[in-house]
């Protein structure tokens, strides 16, 4: 059976400020005078991101992201849906730091594993 098809790309038309990219970093999140909760970051972009986490947010509250190997970066949530938030960065992330945070990390190769005999 053929089916006749044409692929094409949706342009994005939700009003965003930049690119999302869909990510799955674990970090935590902390509002101010509140202890820090674990949060799973999903989509994250220059002006801000979304995140899965078990304690409520509050919209308009001011949070700090924290994910490995970079400072917090001081947030206010836009929206919340159940578990999920979105949140504005209050300066945008530069795009290097962008890039570096949803590079993969390098594997480790151990040597040595496989011998011949």
């Known amino acids: 059976m053929f089916i006749n098809a044409e692929l094409s790309q949706i342009p994005i038309t939700d009003g965003r400020k930049a690119t ?3 990510v799955n970093i674990a970090g935590a999140l902390r509002e101010d005078g509140s202890k820090t909760a674990a949060i799973v970051v999903l989509d994250i972009s220059t002006g801000g991101f979304k ?4 304690e409520p947010c509050e919209e308009g509250s001011e949070v700090w992201l924290k994910v490995a190997g970079f400072e917090a970066k001081r947030s206010r949530v836009v929206w919340v849906r159940g578990n999920e938030a979105g949140c504005e960065f209050e300066t945008p992330l530069h795009p290097s730091d962008l890039e570096a945070i949803v590079a993969p990390a390098p594997r480790k190769i151990v040597k040595g594993v496989f011998k011949r005999v």
Request: charged fraction near 45%; glycine fraction near 0%; hydrophobic fraction near 30%.
């Open 20 to 22: 999302r990219r869909i």
């Open 51 to 54: 995140c899965d986490t078990a």
